[in-house]
């Protein structure tokens, strides 16, 4: 017993450790894991649960960062717009509550709530479905295609929504738009990778 | 010069000094790769913030602290706020003067952050904050997508100063 109580310590730190910094994570064409977190409503969501979707727009977002914030509008924008084209997005919040309160579960349903989210909002309470997307700053988009019939997704987009996180209305390239009107026409995106400033994942500390 | 009227020369200084302190010039990317590729043998240390991030926040008094640290070393760190430049005035600004932060403070006046971010470091994702630290005459590079603690920022800049 004596000799037990150090090994699981050991153990603990191992898993612990494995929290501190995020993975390679997914490139454009990797296939991408399913997962199955708590929705705001208590539910438990998988990307399986809805089979006549043709993919997913996942969306790493949070209650508190102002690059979210900027972005949340457009977020639901991009929910109207492609939903109804197989394409519903699925917002997940990777903080530590720990580390930002504000993040905790109640304020992501008041959030969801006041601003009226008409997707899933998952907590990714271990941050395990953030590390293995390689998710690192929110928001971060993935767009997920679904191959063939089956519960198998690729990764068809991964980054930014657009070039004007402060003002919708100055935008000029709609990148993930751009990347969507290729992918639903059955085309790899031609930008299929792109970069944005957001706030850093609040990872658990060890 | 008396006693007196010198004392009152320094007091003015002192009152001036501050103001200067606050100036946060607006830079476009080309003069942001200047500093970055500059060919000297001094250490630069280059932070990427913003007034809204508390993690950047919260780092922010070791990068301070280097400057005191280091003073009769060639090191230099730059702070380059992320903040938009409609909020030069309004925020960024009373920040500096608030803390009284004693580095270099600019404002990277870019907005589409794929058209720019491979240029400042491919290694970069988006995630602030973001800290390089250059020595071009060592021809020495490294790049930290994280939030440091005062240890770990030690550790780092000493790599470069071996």
Redesign the interface.
């Known amino acids: 017993m004596k000799k037990l109580v150090p090994f699981l310590a050991a153990c603990f730190l191992l898993v612990l450790s494995s929290y501190i910094?995020p993975l390679a994570g997914y490139q454009v064409g990797d296939k991408a894991a399913d997962f199955k977190l708590k929705n705001v409503d208590g539910k438990m969501v998988s990307l399986a649960d809805n089979k006549s979707t043709k993919g997913y727009i996942v969306v790493f977002t949070c209650n508190t960062c102002?690059y979210a914030q900027a972005y949340e509008s457009r977020i639901i924008a991009l929910h109207q717009k492609y939903a109804s084209q197989g394409y519903p997005v699925v917002a997940i919040n990777p903080n530590d509550a720990g580390i930002?309160p504000g993040e905790s579960f109640a304020a992501m349903q008041a959030r969801a709530k006041s601003k009226n989210y008409p997707f899933p909002y998952l907590v990714d309470e271990t941050q395990q479905v953030a590390q293995t997307y390689g998710a690192?700053?929110t928001p971060?988009l993935y767009v997920l295609t679904r191959q063939g019939t089956g519960n198998e997704f690729k990764i068809s987009y991964i980054?930014?929504i657009d070039?004007?996180?402060?003002d919708a209305k100055?935008v000029?390239?709609k990148?993930l738009e751009n990347a969507m009107t290729e992918i639903l026409a059955g085309k790899p995106a031609s930008t299929s990778s792109?970069?944005?400033?957001?706030?850093?994942?609040?990872w658990r500390k060890a | 010069m008396n006693p007196v009227k010198y004392l009152l020369l320094a007091a003015a200084m002192l009152l001036v000094l501050p103001s200067q302190a606050q100036q946060v010039a607006l830079i476009k990317l080309p003069e942001l790769q200047k500093r970055l590729n500059r060919k000297t043998d001094t250490t630069y240390v280059i932070n990427f913030w913003a007034t809204?991030?508390?993690?950047c926040i919260k780092e922010l008094p070791y990068f301070e602290q280097v400057n005191a640290t280091y003073a009769k070393q060639k090191v230099k760190v730059l702070l380059v706020s992320?903040d938009?430049a409609?909020q030069l005035d309004k925020k960024v600004k009373p920040f500096v003067l608030k803390r009284g932060l004693k580095s270099e403070v600019v404002l990277l006046n870019e907005?589409?952050?794929?058209?720019w971010?491979?240029k400042v470091d491919g290694k970069?994702?988006?995630?602030?904050?973001f800290t390089l630290i250059i020595n071009n005459g060592k021809q020495k590079r490294a790049a930290y997508?994280?939030?440091f603690t005062q240890p770990e920022l030690t550790a780092a800049l000493q790599q470069f100063l071996k």
């Open positions: 910094r102002p930002a690192t700053r971060h980054g930014a070039d004007n996180s402060e100055q000029k390239t990148y792109t970069k944005a400033v957001g706030c850093g994942i609040k | 809204w991030c508390a993690p992320m938009y409609s907005t589409d952050p794929n058209t971010m491979d970069w994702t988006g995630a602030l904050p997508e994280k939030e």
